[in-house]
């Protein structure tokens, strides 16, 4: 089980909007800055939002993120079948002494 | 532009040893702030942390794999080095090296991933 819970999967139609959340605790979401991943079918994870709302360069504001409390939020517009993929949120973990990464469980979007 | 690649054995024995070597390039590991992480992936499965290690040598590791886990630099050779001991076929999987940025809490650039089995 993952520290971070995000749904196994979400799915939307072409051009519709999709949210995708991750809640954690204090520990970790609660004190920290959370960022996203998106992972296509057989490659690399690759950022999409950093410092819990902050887009890389490259990335399209059609992404976006949002962090509330002990929990966060990817959300992405106008959906395009190439945005088909798994999604990870992640974060630093306090809750030990030497402290620790975490990821989410991953989400699969499917675009119907 | 930052690149990195993850290079070792593909396939290791139970019990075994396993080192991976992360080459970089387009940073350097002495730049206050920088880190590179270590990330491993199971078929079908998600992604586990497994270590960091930051500019100043400090070294953070997944609580649960610590005991398997040392992760060491070579700043002059760009490179990143995480060994596991103990080898045992759950530990098959991608494993990803990947660049953290000295602002911010992220990993922005990531290598394509060295897929390790471990098979007797």
């Known amino acids: 089980q993952s520290v971070l819970t995000q749904p196994p999967s979400v799915s939307a139609a072409p051009g519709q909007k999709v949210t995708i959340s991750c809640s954690g605790s204090s520990s970790n979401i609660g004190n920290n800055y959370v960022s996203w991943y998106q992972q296509l079918p057989g490659t690399a994870p690759k950022l999409l939002i950093y410092d819990n709302n902050k887009r890389p360069s490259g990335i399209p504001d059609r992404f976006s993120g949002s962090k509330s409390g002990t929990s966060a939020t990817l959300g992405i517009t106008g959906l395009q079948t190439g945005d088909e993929a798994d999604y990870y949120c992640g974060t630093w973990d306090s809750s030990l002494s030497a402290g620790s990464w975490v990821f989410g469980g991953g989400t699969k979007l499917t675009v119907l | 532009q930052i690149t990195l690649k993850e290079s070792g054995p593909t396939l290791v024995k139970p019990t075994q040893t396993l080192t991976l070597t992360c080459t970089f390039s387009g940073f350097s590991l002495s730049t206050s702030g920088v880190g590179v992480g270590w990330i491993r992936q199971p078929p079908g499965k998600a992604l586990e942390w497994l270590a960091l290690i930051y500019w100043n040598d400090d070294k953070r590791y997944s609580p649960s794999l610590k005991s398997r886990l040392t992760i060491t630099k070579d700043t002059s050779k760009n490179q990143v080095v995480l060994t596991m001991t103990n080898m045992d076929p759950v530990d098959t999987a991608t494993y990803y090296c990947?660049?953290?940025?000295?602002?911010?809490?992220?990993?922005?650039?990531w290598g394509q991933g060295t897929l390790v089995t471990v098979s007797s």
């Open positions: 990947a660049h953290r940025p000295p602002l911010g809490m992220s990993f922005d650039y």
